[in-house]
């Protein structure tokens, strides 16, 4: 069975900074694409950072590039998801999503396409 088990939301002030950890089970990370999705209240669920386990490829929004850091963690078997510079606009739900690929290249894009999906994390910024 796999779990996708998400910490480290949280309430932060603007400027500051969080780190959101996805701890996998169940599964060969080798052969899958991890990532972060986001989704704030009347908006569509959207991709923040993803990685390819293999290749460690990595793609970001043009939202958080320079602010947000995605990474493999190889210890608990899962990505982590370095925040700085939180912006209102960043507060949203955080969820850990993972798809099987079939290239070391292939990362995250399309939530139609993810397989496995965390219960998500509240991030929440106070300007």
């Known amino acids: 069975q796999v779990q996708l088990e998400e910490s480290g939301g949280g309430l932060v002030q603007a400027g500051g900074s969080l780190r959101l950890s996805c701890a996998a089970s169940?599964?060969?990370?080798?052969?899958?694409?991890l990532g972060w999705f986001r989704q704030a209240p009347g908006q569509e669920r959207e991709v923040v950072a993803a990685?390819?386990?293999?290749?460690?490829?990595?793609i970001y929004s043009d939202s958080v590039k320079g602010r947000f850091t995605i990474s493999r963690d190889s210890a608990k078997n899962g990505v982590v998801l370095q925040m700085d510079s939180l912006k209102p606009q960043d507060e949203a739900i955080y969820y850990c999503?993972?798809?099987?690929?079939?290239?070391?290249?292939?990362?995250?894009?399309?939530?139609?396409?993810?397989?496995?999906w965390g219960r998500g994390t509240q991030v929440t910024v106070s300007s």
């Open positions: 169940g599964l060969t990370l080798s052969d899958y694409a």
């Open positions: 999503a993972v798809r099987r690929v079939t290239s070391t290249r292939a990362t995250l894009g399309n939530p139609d396409n993810v397989h496995y």
């Open positions: 990685i390819n386990w293999s290749g460690g490829n990595t």
